[in-house]
């Protein structure tokens, strides 16, 4: 085995030689892969790709839903030393533009459907398409390449022409911005390796069900537990309530993890004699509160949770069925927290302060946001990274999150930018002005989105027409619930916007409800290609 591949790859051959017709990931609806079928797929398509011109430190962008390719992708990358940067299949417009542009990226590995969102926003250096499918449109000054060059001769795919080191980026994780665009994080493999080994409830015997995008961590970690800790995982392409048990019981999934609504969702379900009735044994849930318990004592198995983010690897842990409500975990080894003030003085113990912290070991956590030394010197202050999360210790050790330093909006799972929903609003012709905050839903799970915006002409605002515009250009998940049109917004001395206090207003009876409009905004589904 050549030297100049990444552990990750030495790791994935020997899992191939040691144990080949092993079942390693296996694709809800679709293929079921042996560790054999790993090592030459991937190969397969690192080859493919180096006829292609992906060379090692390439930056490669993947705008797939969870798929053998999209799986394939990650492995074959790390073959050739190239840079994973997935995108939202849910993008579009700016948002969209902005990854493009901003990764620099030449290479992009996509789903045929979303052909048609490139046509009329600026690619920056993109220069060929792998279109995934049949279907697909023309952009000007983009190469389309057809999804069978992706097939390539497994036994000849050339290793990296340098050692590929621990510390060398692995992929790039964009995550949404709170007071400007999305920044990428930077993710090494030694940062990927901690962050998937922090899960300590898993182990080689486990199957793991991954629901989540591989855009985001807990999608590209929940498939790095099969590699790193033995065991195999089911890939679904979203996450859904009424086939989660069935899925369950087809592929014997041992552990998963669940987000806060998905557990509402499946505790809001009709309870039966077969709720015990299964082979899940582990779940992580976060967060951890009377709805993990109740979960955890309907469905009888072992509730875990922890706070992590794309820039972390799992500092906060704790489990099986942690007695205290609310925890996020305690410290988990080899990193060192602190809660500090504005100054970056410690509080005193019970008080809440923003949670910084840093590891025994470099490059196991992020080392920075790609093309943006500003963001990265703001996060690594002092020596310690900077997580924008307030949290207070308890007498018992555990960690509580309190609120968001920052005006990121959660929703349903997802973190959303305010700078960037309001960007989308501010293109519409009658919007003046707008502020997108996060307020607490009717029924008490997460956050919904509030727009309070001043318009040109309050008489003539039609409500109906702005969610028609917004279709798109932003995600289905970023669109704005609520709407409410003010003559002034509060203010600082300095003229900013006071987000706070239309936090604090909340939802009024001069606000207008999607919902109660009648307006469901659902994701594009794509299938598994």
Same mark, same amino acid.
């Given at each position: 085995?050549?030297?100049?591949?990444?552990?990750?790859?030495?790791?994935?051959?020997?899992?191939?030689?040691?144990?080949?017709?092993?079942?390693?990931?296996?694709?809800?609806?679709?293929?079921?892969?042996?560790?054999?079928?790993?090592?030459?797929?991937?190969?397969?398509?690192?080859?493919?790709?180096?006829?292609?011109?992906?060379?090692?430190?390439?930056?490669?962008?993947?705008?797939?839903?969870?798929?053998?390719?999209?799986?394939?992708?990650?492995?074959?990358?790390?073959?050739?030393?190239?840079?994973?940067?997935?995108?939202?299949?849910?993008?579009?417009?700016?948002?969209?533009?902005?990854?493009?542009?901003?990764?620099?990226?030449?290479?992009?590995?996509?789903?045929?459907?979303?052909?048609?969102?490139?046509?009329?926003?600026?690619?920056?250096?993109?220069?060929?398409?792998?279109?995934?499918?049949?279907?697909?449109?023309?952009?000007?000054?983009?190469?389309?390449?057809?999804?069978?060059?992706?097939?390539?001769?497994?036994?000849?795919?050339?290793?990296?022409?340098?050692?590929?080191?621990?510390?060398?980026?692995?992929?790039?994780?964009?995550?949404?911005?709170?007071?400007?665009?999305?920044?990428?994080?930077?993710?090494?493999?030694?940062?990927?390796?901690?962050?998937?080994?922090?899960?300590?409830?898993?182990?080689?015997?486990?199957?793991?069900?991954?629901?989540?995008?591989?855009?985001?961590?807990?999608?590209?970690?929940?498939?790095?537990?099969?590699?790193?800790?033995?065991?195999?995982?089911?890939?679904?392409?979203?996450?859904?309530?009424?086939?989660?048990?069935?899925?369950?019981?087809?592929?014997?999934?041992?552990?998963?993890?669940?987000?806060?609504?998905?557990?509402?969702?499946?505790?809001?379900?009709?309870?039966?004699?077969?709720?015990? %009735?299964? @082979?899940?044994?582990? +779940?992580?849930? $976060?967060?951890? !509160?009377?709805?993990?318990?109740?979960? *955890?004592?309907?469905? &009888?198995?072992?509730?875990?949770?922890?706070?992590?983010?794309?820039?972390?690897?799992?500092?906060?842990?704790?489990?099986?069925?942690?007695?205290?409500?609310?925890?996020?975990?305690?410290?988990?080894?080899?990193?060192?927290?602190?809660?500090?003030?504005?100054?970056?003085?410690?509080?005193?113990?019970?008080?809440?302060?923003?949670?910084?912290?840093?590891?025994?070991?470099?490059?196991?956590?992020?080392?920075?946001?790609?093309?943006?030394?500003?963001?990265?010197?703001?996060?690594?202050?002092?020596?310690?990274?900077?997580?924008?999360?307030?949290?207070?210790?308890?007498?018992?050790?555990?960690?509580?999150?309190?609120?968001?330093?920052?005006?990121?909006?959660?929703?349903?799972?997802? %973190?959303? @930018?305010?700078?960037? +929903?309001?960007? $989308?609003?501010? !293109?519409?012709?009658?919007?003046?002005? *707008?502020?997108?905050? &996060?307020?607490?839903?009717?029924?008490?799970t997460e956050q919904e989105i509030l727009a309070v915006l001043r318009v040109r002409q309050p008489d003539n605002f039609d409500p109906l027409a702005l969610m028609d515009f917004l279709k798109g250009e932003i995600a289905?998940?970023?669109?704005?619930?609520?709407?409410?049109?003010?003559?002034?917004?509060?203010?600082?001395?300095?003229?900013?916007?006071?987000?706070?206090?239309?936090?604090d207003e909340g939802i009024r009876d001069d606000c207008w409800d999607r919902e109660k409009a009648g307006i469901l905004m659902r994701r594009t589904k794509l299938e598994m290609g």
């Amino acid at each position: 085995m050549n030297k100049n591949y990444p552990y990750f790859v030495h790791l994935l051959e020997q899992r191939a030689a040691e144990c080949p017709d092993e079942e390693a990931i296996l694709f809800v609806d679709g293929p079921r892969w042996t560790w054999r079928d790993v090592r030459h797929i991937a190969r397969a398509m690192a080859q493919g790709l180096q006829q292609i011109g992906v060379r090692q430190g390439d930056y490669v962008l993947s705008w797939q839903p969870n798929s053998p390719t999209a799986v394939a992708t990650i492995f074959a990358l790390a073959y050739l030393g190239a840079i994973y940067v997935p995108v939202n299949p849910n993008y579009r417009g700016a948002s969209l533009a902005h990854i493009i542009r901003h990764s620099n990226a030449r290479h992009m590995i996509l789903h045929g459907g979303l052909m048609d969102r490139l046509t009329d926003i600026d690619c920056g250096k993109l220069e060929k398409a792998i279109v995934l499918g049949t279907d697909r449109a023309s952009v000007a000054g983009l190469e389309i390449i057809e999804d069978t060059m992706l097939r390539g001769d497994a036994d000849i795919v050339q290793p990296p022409e340098k050692q590929v080191a621990d510390h060398d980026t692995q992929m790039v994780i964009y995550t949404s911005g709170t007071t400007g665009p999305a920044k990428g994080v930077l993710s090494s493999y030694r940062h990927g390796r901690t962050a998937a080994l922090g899960f300590r409830n898993i182990g080689p015997q486990d199957r793991n069900l991954t629901a989540m995008p591989f855009y985001h961590v807990g999608g590209v970690y929940g498939l790095f537990w099969a590699l790193f800790h033995g065991g195999s995982v089911v890939v679904q392409n979203g996450f859904s309530t009424s086939r989660f048990w069935s899925i369950v019981n087809e592929y014997a999934v041992t552990t998963t993890g669940l987000l806060g609504s998905m557990v509402d969702f499946l505790n809001a379900t009709e309870p039966s004699p077969e709720d015990k %009735n299964h @082979s899940l044994r582990t +779940v992580i849930i $976060a967060p951890y !509160g009377p709805a993990a318990m109740r979960f *955890a004592d309907r469905f &009888g198995v072992d509730v875990y949770t922890e706070y992590n983010m794309s820039e972390l690897a799992v500092p906060l842990f704790c489990g099986p069925n942690p007695k205290v409500s609310g925890t996020c975990g305690v410290p988990s080894p080899g990193v060192e927290l602190r809660l500090v003030d504005a100054c970056d003085e410690e509080v005193v113990a019970g008080e809440t302060g923003e949670l910084v912290l840093r590891m025994e070991r470099p490059w196991t956590i992020s080392h920075g946001y790609l093309n943006d030394d500003k963001a990265t010197a703001s996060a690594w202050r002092n020596g310690w990274f900077h997580s924008g999360d307030m949290f207070r210790r308890d007498d018992l050790g555990h960690y509580h999150f309190i609120d968001r330093a920052r005006d990121s909006i959660r929703r349903r799972g997802e %973190n959303i @930018s305010s700078f960037e +929903v309001e960007s $989308a609003l501010l !293109g519409y012709d009658d919007i003046m002005e *707008a502020a997108a905050v &996060g307020v607490p839903a009717p029924d008490g799970t997460e956050q919904e989105i509030l727009a309070v915006l001043r318009v040109r002409q309050p008489d003539n605002f039609d409500p109906l027409a702005l969610m028609d515009f917004l279709k798109g250009e932003i995600a289905h998940h970023m669109i704005p619930r609520f709407i409410r049109v003010v003559d002034e917004f509060p203010r600082t001395p300095t003229q900013k916007i006071e987000k706070h206090r239309l936090r604090d207003e909340g939802i009024r009876d001069d606000c207008w409800d999607r919902e109660k409009a009648g307006i469901l905004m659902r994701r594009t589904k794509l299938e598994m290609g």
